[in-house]
């Protein structure tokens, strides 16, 4: 596609819900990151891809999050057991293959409201 | 490790005003260099990136940067601004053993008109 896309564009749920997130990143971008955006906290990283693999998850706030990256396209975000302080904007970025100069291409976000 | 601060979390101009953003870093390595908008509702915008090479940057819409090694400065610079400047703009570094991007909190930039 042209952009990065991610689905859905809004999302609320009650707590103790699990809930996915899903990002679709520009077409032949190796390197894939996921950061979330909130007041409190500004905006973190949270796990990084090179292809469909994660080599360290330690950025992940709980063992509530977990994330997976298949056919080295499409990646899930999966929060289990929502609580409050996980509503915040889920943003997801690309780019070709993950060095350092390159441009990070965010997707438009996913606004995650718990209840 | 490396970290960002922006000075001033909201800066107001007139339309027509020089628009002056402020950004230091730090970082033990040379850095790479980002400045991102986020219009309302919406993800992040490259305006422009330090990568090496030539310190005063160009962007979009107008704006540049310039990256001074010897002031840990990489603050962002527009003439003029217009009504559709105002957004919020984050400074970033390239940090991380991952090679994620390290954020400002952000300057939340209104045009008055």
């Known amino acids: 596609g042209a952009g990065v896309s991610q689905s859905p564009s809004n999302k609320v749920t009650e707590k103790g819900k699990d809930v996915e997130l899903r990002c679709d990143p520009i077409?032949?971008?190796?390197?894939l990151y996921w950061y979330r955006q909130s007041l409190g906290q500004g905006l973190e990283f949270l796990i990084y891809f090179q292809g469909n693999s994660a080599p360290d998850k330690s950025g992940l706030p709980s063992d509530r999050f977990s994330a997976e990256r298949t056919g080295g396209s499409v990646s899930t975000l999966t929060i289990q057991r929502t609580q409050q302080e996980d509503s915040a904007v889920y943003l997801c970025?690309?780019?070709?293959?993950?060095?350092?100069?390159?441009?990070?291409?965010f997707g438009p976000g996913t606004r995650l409201l718990v209840l | 490790a490396q970290s960002v601060t922006q000075l001033g979390s909201h800066v107001s101009v007139s339309e027509g005003a020089l628009v002056l953003l402020r950004c230091n870093y730090s970082s033990s390595v040379p850095p790479y260099l980002f400045w991102y908008v986020q219009y309302p509702n919406q993800g992040l915008q490259l305006l422009l990136k330090?990568?090496?090479?030539?310190?005063l940057v160009k962007g979009i819409n107008g704006f540049e940067a310039e990256f001074k090694k010897s002031e840990t400065s990489f603050h962002l610079t527009k003439p003029s601004a217009h009504m559709s400047d105002a957004a919020e703009y984050f400074c970033a570094v390239r940090g991380g053993s991952q090679g994620n991007l390290i954020f400002g909190k952000g300057t939340k930039l209104s045009v008055k008109p």
């Open positions: 330090y990568t090496t090479g030539a310190t």
């Open positions: 077409s032949g971008h190796t390197a």
């Open positions: 970025a690309s780019s070709l293959l993950g060095r350092g100069e390159e441009t990070q291409y």
